[in-house]
């Protein structure tokens, strides 16, 4: 199993490097812009927006303050959709890219049972999110010289373990749903949707007053990073995200041992 | 000889048409089993079932005396080698490091002398990335991974398809020099050739259903000359001759038969025929021999 999971990472070493690039230089950029906001600007620019734009601006009066800045401009919008799109390819590519290959074949004909190679590609996914997850922080991290400003390291490491958790749990429905049916058409689809459908439910129930009442639907609404930020963890959150987790979990035991592995 | 492979009644239905149709034979520890048919008659799916890829949609599959399951199919997989004509090996790979994966998935030594015997008999390029490795190399490395773990087992789909034919000769002593160790080896082949070259046993396979199980040998034997001749009056045949066709149309008759007996004997019947009008003679090949098997069983079926 460990051979099949070193496998997997050095399969996927570019993926993890250029995610990790892009996002880091993501926080970084971000986290260096916070600068451009003194001096009364965000007072103005809060004049300026109706009160509807904050669904996709988030709460402007969090950008006055460095961690709410970060939780709402980074964490809580750009983040979160580039971290989810990487799940999906990820996920995707692991899955039902590997199946339609005939590489999944090739592993399945090796003495590792479908069990094992299930821990082993789900453990790699999580472990990426995770590294991918780091490097963000690490940008960040790395422009805090340049903003002038401190921040206590908690509120990163909140931000950090609330995304990777909520990626880890996307990326687990979409590697559950890819795993068990094989179709690439349905895990794409999953994944968009639920990515997609997520950010939009949210951005627009900010101003849509009956998407209000259907915002629970949204992943992203169990991440509420600019309130994580300041300090305020829900736990009931966390333990969707965990409780998406175990049940994708459970899905993909019971149902891949069993089905056809498809032949190229 | 204890029965290393078993099918029962195996079966598998795609969207209510059946791929392999209640087929039911067994493999004995050592033989060398040839399993033959045309594109699509169901040599991959039923190979995929004793794999424990896809589930058969009924009857049972057994390998070493064990009713195979999907969930549990890895366990006999620790005693089988297996390779493709198409495997899908991991691109980003070299082909060493690929040998070294699956003798790490094995729990086996990844440079022993069997391995480097593979290495010797083959010369595959083992440096280069998998990716730039053209069909024939790729089948190589396949073709070696499937052996290196010196398995009791080794299931083979089309393996020599897009190998040189030197590499080709290769394989096959490969497979008569494992057949003597006493390694089991079920292949599918189109190179009907290398199939009654190397194998005990042929299975053939059509529509689905299995339709002859007999030792190569019969195969061969019924390989020779196929001679069709038109007369302006009748002829009887040469003694040994196996009569394919013998029709009137006209005034013509015309006799086809296949003859596999002394050159000279068909030298003097041929030279002892009278108002010929038209006479070809080919070779019967294992493939035509193939293709009257065939036929045969279809008329029985009629």
């Known amino acids: 199993m460990l051979n099949l999971f070193v496998h997997t990472l050095r399969e996927k070493r570019m993926f993890i490097f250029g995610w990790s690039l892009g996002l880091a230089l993501l926080g970084y950029l971000m986290t260096a812009m916070f600068t451009s906001f003194g001096g009364g600007a965000i007072d103005e620019l809060v004049e300026s927006l109706p009160a509807g734009f904050e669904g996709l601006m988030g709460d402007l009066q969090d950008w006055k303050q460095l961690p709410g800045y970060i939780g709402s401009q980074v964490f809580d919008i750009r983040f979160p959709i580039f971290i989810s799109i990487l799940s999906i390819l990820l996920a995707v590519g692991l899955t039902v890219g590997e199946e339609d290959k005939g590489q999944l074949r090739t592993l399945v004909s090796l003495p590792l049972s479908r069990m094992k190679i299930i821990i082993a590609k789900w453990t790699a996914i999580v472990l990426i999110c995770l590294v991918a997850t780091l490097a963000t922080v690490g940008g960040i991290l790395l422009a805090l010289p340049t903003t002038g400003e401190s921040l206590d390291l908690m509120v990163l490491v909140r931000l950090g373990l609330f995304t990777w958790l909520m990626v880890a749990a996307l990326a687990t429905v979409i590697f559950a749903v890819g795993l068990s049916t094989g179709k690439r058409s349905v895990t794409t689809t999953v994944g968009i949707v639920v990515t997609i459908g997520s950010f939009l439910l949210t951005t627009f129930a900010q101003s849509v007053a009956w998407l209000k009442d259907y915002e629970w639907l949204s992943f992203l609404h169990y991440f509420p990073a600019a309130d994580i930020a300041k300090g305020t963890i829900v736990w009931e959150n966390a333990l969707f995200y965990a409780a998406t987790i175990v049940v994708s979990l459970i899905l993909v035991f019971v149902v891949f041992p069993r089905r056809d592995v498809k032949a190229l | ?302």
């Open chain 2, 1 to 302: 000889m204890g029965v290393v492979i078993e099918t029962k009644n195996l079966s598998k239905v795609y969207a209510g048409v059946p791929a392999v149709d209640r087929a039911s034979f067994s493999v004995k520890k050592g033989e060398v089993v040839g399993f033959v048919g045309l594109n699509g008659a169901g040599k991959s799916t039923t190979i995929n079932m004793l794999m424990g890829f896809i589930r058969p949609s009924e009857g049972s599959v057994a390998l070493f005396g064990e009713e195979l399951t999907l969930p549990g199919a890895a366990s006999s997989h620790q005693r089988i080698g297996f390779a493709t004509g198409d495997m899908s090996l991991f691109d980003s790979m070299t082909g060493r490091q690929y040998h070294e994966f699956i003798a790490r998935a094995y729990g086996v030594g990844s440079q022993s002398v069997v391995y480097q015997h593979l290495v010797d008999t083959f010369d595959p390029q083992l440096d280069k990335k998998i990716s730039t490795l053209s069909r024939g190399n790729r089948q190589k490395i396949a073709l070696i991974a499937a052996f290196m773990t010196e398995p009791e087992l080794v299931i083979l789909d089309e393996p020599s398809s897009g190998l040189d034919p030197l590499m080709q000769q290769h394989f096959l002593d490969l497979v008569r020099e494992q057949a003597k160790k006493g390694t089991t080896i079920f292949m599918s082949s189109h190179y009907l050739n290398e199939v009654v070259d190397v194998c005990t046993r042929i299975l053939l396979i059509k529509n689905g259903k299995l339709v002859k199980d007999i030792p190569a040998s019969e195969l061969e034997a019924t390989s020779g000359k196929l001679v069709r001749v038109v007369t302006g009056k009748k002829v009887a045949p040469p003694a040994s001759a196996e009569v394919v066709e013998r029709e009137k149309h006209g005034h013509d008759y015309t006799l086809q038969f296949i003859y596999k007996d002394s050159p000279a004997v068909l030298h003097a019947w041929l030279g002892s025929l009278v108002d010929v009008k038209d006479m070809t003679i080919n070779d019967h090949s294992v493939e035509a021999a193939f293709d009257d098997l065939y036929d045969v069983k279809e008329a029985e079926d009629a």
